[in-house]
């Protein structure tokens, strides 16, 4: 098995689901989906930008300090709720097509951001299966004390449509991850945030501000998925879900626009290939970046 780092190119029209197995596709996503076969999806897992920022102003500024410490990124930037909108429906419409009629579709989200796009979810014609809330036993504080901490996240977990009857429903899985707080499965999931795991530059600081942790990605994958699915990321920043699907005999394709995210996320996948045992065969990275 190899995995491969693929820059996307304007000349390219279309990617076949060979080329795209087990790759990060670097580049817009908006520019890469439409180029992916259509139903060839098993299972989607979106993390898009939360919109904490309103253009050059952030939300939850007070006396000129920032609420969310250390997180300046041009990618969360949009001039209005408008341009947001457009663009997670944009992306929306693409997954929706990307889905076989059996897959499910996660899309994660914070209190700036969930209702809006699950307003665009449903009117695009998406059917939810649940809203599981991410509780964090460890938060971040509110340093200002102007609002209580957000010490949690959520997850709209849909399928294309109300009639889709056979999607991928772990049930044991899912009850067992809720013990023992609770004796059947619930839409609450009790998790840190990510801090060992977490990539950091040289200086110590985060790669990524919103890295998530891998414990996440699991329940989503081993909830909703079988071996072999294959799982499309289409905003992946540093690659956690490549990561927990090569751990558990799943396929992926990952995009990333940013070139520092593309290379963390290139280095851990080689990393976890090395880690990575499927079939008694000890999996060989091949990455090209």
Request: with cysteine.
């Amino acid at each position: 098995m190899s995995v491969r780092v693929i820059e996307n190119s304007e000349k390219k029209k279309f990617y076949s689901l060979e080329e795209i197995e087990n790759s990060i596709i670097w580049g817009d996503t908006l520019e890469i989906l439409p180029k992916l076969p259509a139903e060839t999806m098993d299972a989607i897992f979106v993390d898009p930008p939360y919109f904490f920022q309103v253009g050059r102003r952030r939300i939850g500024q007070w006396s000129g300090k920032s609420i969310y410490w250390g997180w300046e990124e041009n990618w969360d930037e949009f001039e209005s709720y408008e341009q947001y909108d457009d663009f997670i429906a944009k992306v929306l419409v693409e997954c929706r097509r990307l889905m076989r009629p059996n897959a499910t579709i996660w899309v994660m989200g914070a209190f700036s951001n969930i209702c809006r796009v699950g307003k665009i979810m449903q009117d695009l014609g998406f059917w939810f299966l649940s809203l599981i809330v991410w509780e964090k036993t460890r938060p971040v504080p509110n340093f200002l004390n102007r609002r209580p901490a957000n010490a949690t996240e959520f997850l709209i977990w849909a399928v294309k449509d109300k009639s889709v009857r056979d999607y991928t429903y772990d049930h044991r899985y899912a009850k067992m991850i809720s013990q023992p707080r609770y004796k059947f499965p619930v839409n609450i999931w009790e998790l840190p945030i990510c801090r060992e795991e977490r990539l950091k530059d040289e200086r110590g600081r985060p790669i990524h501000p919103t890295q998530k942790p891998e414990a996440l990605l699991e329940r989503v994958i081993l909830m909703s998925t079988k071996e072999g699915d294959l799982i499309l990321d289409p905003m992946c920043g540093t690659g956690t879900t490549g990561v927990v699907a090569l751990r558990y005999n799943r396929r992926f394709v990952m995009v990333e626009k940013e070139e520092k995210y593309v290379k963390a996320a290139s280095e851990r996948i080689k990393a976890a290939c090395c880690r990575t045992i499927f079939d008694s065969k000890t999996v060989v990275p091949d990455l090209k970046f």
